[in-house]
């Protein structure tokens, strides 16, 4: 049994990474495939491919802008959010602040509320409330990325915490007996021991604001429409583009991917970063 076991383990990866991969499989193989071939009798194996949907797509200039404010959304509020959420987990790691726990606490339920409980306040407040002359936070992208603040901070400060806790304290006493600042402590010693935390911290952030549809397609018309919300367009009352949406669907795990191989060697080691202390 002991010898059988490491070829369980392939064996139920296998099919676990199979499992995995077979949706976006299927996926693929719809976004190559004419719409008259996608209402015959289904089949898994691609005889022929048809490219026509992503020409359309990648020349199709109102979903360009809807890429390029998902990327600008994406990244303003990730690099926001793990900046905030490192500065916040410094403090509540290394200062003895009253009822830092509950504050903690606080800030995870705050994640915890599903995101359509907060559409209407949010509409209200983009639409009456944060308004300066012409200048509104309803369908902008400075709006956007300070709305996914809300939900994503929480959750970051959630995973950053263990990563600042697992940085042992007396390395700032030494760097503040040598001289240091506290500026200096965080920029110099507690800064490059995070990165593997930040780096996490950073891709999860990213993706959730770039998967993210509910918000962006209520507080959002055309400035600052993100690509999953032009997913939509392609459901209209004459039917569905499944080929299109299929294209759409694969060019938005492009700029996932890439950022998942950017900082994949950071992945494991700031998820188990501070889980283990001696």
Not at 47 to 63: I, P, R, S
Request: hydrophobic share 55%; glycine share 4%.
């Amino acid at each position: 049994m002991r010898k059988d076991r490491p070829v369980l383990t392939v064996v139920l990866w296998l099919l676990l990474s199979l499992a995995t991969l077979f949706p976006i499989y299927w996926l693929f193989v719809i976004s190559v495939k004419p719409a008259v071939d996608l209402f015959s009798t289904p089949s898994l194996i691609l005889d022929q491919a048809f490219w026509g949907n992503y020409a359309k797509v990648l020349t199709d200039d109102t979903l360009r802008r809807y890429m390029i404010n998902s990327v600008i959304i994406s990244s303003g509020n990730a690099l926001l959010v793990t900046v905030l959420a490192f500065m916040a987990c410094y403090a509540l790691s290394r200062y003895d602040l009253a009822g830092k726990e509950n504050i903690f606490f606080w800030t995870i339920t705050n994640r915890m509320a599903p995101a359509a409980v907060f559409l209407l306040p949010f509409f209200l407040l983009f639409t009456q409330v944060f308004v300066i002359g012409e200048f509104r936070l309803y369908d902008s992208r400075i709006g956007m990325i300070l709305l996914y603040c809300t939900f994503n901070l929480p959750f970051a400060i959630w995973t950053l915490r263990p990563t600042i806790d697992g940085i042992p304290k007396e390395l700032d006493e030494a760097a503040t007996v040598d001289g240091a600042s506290t500026w200096q402590v965080i920029r110099e010693v507690v800064f490059p021991l995070a990165r593997p935390g930040l780096a996490v911290t950073l891709i999860l952030t990213w993706v959730f604001a770039w998967n993210e549809f509910l918000l962006a397609a209520t507080l959002t018309s055309f400035n600052a429409r993100t690509i999953t919300t032009g997913l939509s367009e392609y459901v209209t009352t004459t039917g569905t583009e499944w080929g299109m949406m299929a294209s759409v669907a694969i060019i938005t795990l492009i700029p996932a991917l890439i950022v998942f191989a950017v900082v994949q060697r950071h992945i494991v080691a700031g998820l188990t970063f501070g889980a283990v202390k001696e």
